[in-house]
């Protein structure tokens, strides 16, 4: 049974009404006082198959979180945690407990595009507030939301920059892209195709299905075609699969895939021998050595001293995402509507970029980085607009 918007929107601001009633201070304050707590979630694929590129946004939203409940603020923020393992159906289902049962007024996330696709008529119908750290599928931005934004630029950015460096940074003039028929790789994939061709390159293309394990006719497609790059659109899950495959079979183009391939789980599905030198790009910054700035360099360090292991994909964007509803709340906006009225203002100097959203949701910043596959580390080549692959 789907919810209609006039019901969601009760159940949001009743939420809402609920929590300051019982957060305000008791019977000695006369009925007002300020809200004393308010609920933040965060939601993506904390258990499944790709939850190594989901469990740094999640462990940057508590790091954010924890600095800020510190402080001992006025409004404290509790967070909630919402595991969807990239299921849309599930993530739905868990968006509405979050409204209605946890009474949420802002979410961090969904991670992935397939859920956010889903998820986002739910909050838009109960006028909560999402920011997500990694869905970069371009056509969240088309739906008209006015409750939602990305602080990471969008596949039709990532795919440009992409497409011109295999062309450009590689001199690449036959490639083949291959997807995983998914809400974020189909689109990403064509993306890139069109961008390598206006570079000059020669492309073709096919699909997996991520059910499979033998990807023996793709494969034999891209031997056949011989290609100086093959572009995989997917996630880390499948592209080492078909990696290990691909060099197996003798194809010996360089691999490139996005940023849903950026985890040492591509290596580990490929074996380190057969994923050396892949390129992955994303429009996140990953930077544990703090390279790029203080800011850069304190995140760091925290998040190595919170979790004992090193910031990876996602992680500063997560932690900027949690920061816009941090920053709203540090406001005295404690409702969603007021937090996103606010958002729509917010310009600050994140760890990863400059945090300012375009009118329908999408961040200002569009830049991409390249990063090689080495052993089972992912260090930083740089910038796609200017790095050269030897």
Avoid at 43 to 61: Q, R
């Amino acid at each position: 049974m789907k919810l209609g918007t006039s019901a969601l929107r009760l159940i949001a601001m009743a939420g809402v009404a609920s929590l300051a009633l019982t957060a305000c201070g008791g019977e000695d304050s006369g009925g007002g006082g300020d809200v004393s707590e308010v609920s933040i979630g965060v939601m993506g694929d904390f258990t499944g198959e790709n939850s190594g590129i989901v469990l740094p946004i999640k462990n940057a939203v508590q790091l954010a979180i924890d600095n800020y409940n510190a402080t001992s603020p006025e409004t404290k923020i509790v967070l909630k945690e919402y595991d969807s393992q990239a299921k849309p159906e599930q993530a739905t289902a868990l968006a509405k407990k979050a409204i209605k049962e946890d009474k949420i007024v802002g979410l961090v996330g969904p991670a992935f595009s397939g859920e956010s696709a889903q998820v986002g008529p739910v909050l838009e119908e109960a006028g909560i507030p999402s920011v997500s750290a990694s869905a970069t599928n371009a056509a969240l931005a088309e739906n008209g939301w006015k409750y939602w934004h990305r602080v990471i630029a969008d596949d039709d950015v990532q795919g440009a920059g992409l497409g011109a460096f295999i062309t450009t940074g590689l001199a690449a003039k036959k490639v083949f892209v291959v997807d995983d028929k998914s809400t974020y790789g189909q689109p990403l994939g064509a993306t890139v195709k069109a961008s390598s061709e206006s570079g000059g390159a020669s492309t073709q293309t096919d699909s997996i299905d991520i059910k499979a394990s033998d990807y023996s006719s793709t494969v034999n497609k891209v031997k056949a075609f011989a290609p100086d790059a093959i572009f995989f659109a997917g996630y880390y899950a499948q592209g080492g699969k078909l990696l290990k495959q691909l060099r197996e079979a003798g194809v010996t183009g360089k691999f490139l895939s996005a940023d849903g391939s950026l985890d040492p789980g591509l290596a580990k599905g490929a074996g380190t021998k057969n994923a050396d030198g892949a390129l992955i790009g994303c429009p996140c910054l990953i930077d544990p050595e703090g390279t790029a700035g203080d800011a850069s360099k304190t995140f760091a360090e925290a998040y190595k001293a919170k979790f004992n292991a090193s910031t990876a994909i996602y992680s500063a964007e997560a932690y900027d995402a949690a920061t816009v509803f941090i920053n709203a709340i540090k406001a005295g906006k404690v409702t969603p509507e007021d937090i996103n009225t606010w958002i729509a203002t917010a310009d600050f100097a994140g760890v990863s970029k400059q945090i300012k959203f375009q009118e329908n949701g999408e961040i200002a910043a569009d830049d991409v980085y390249i990063y090689k596959v080495t052993g089972e580390t992912l260090p930083l080549l740089g910038n796609a607009k200017t790095v050269k692959d030897e």
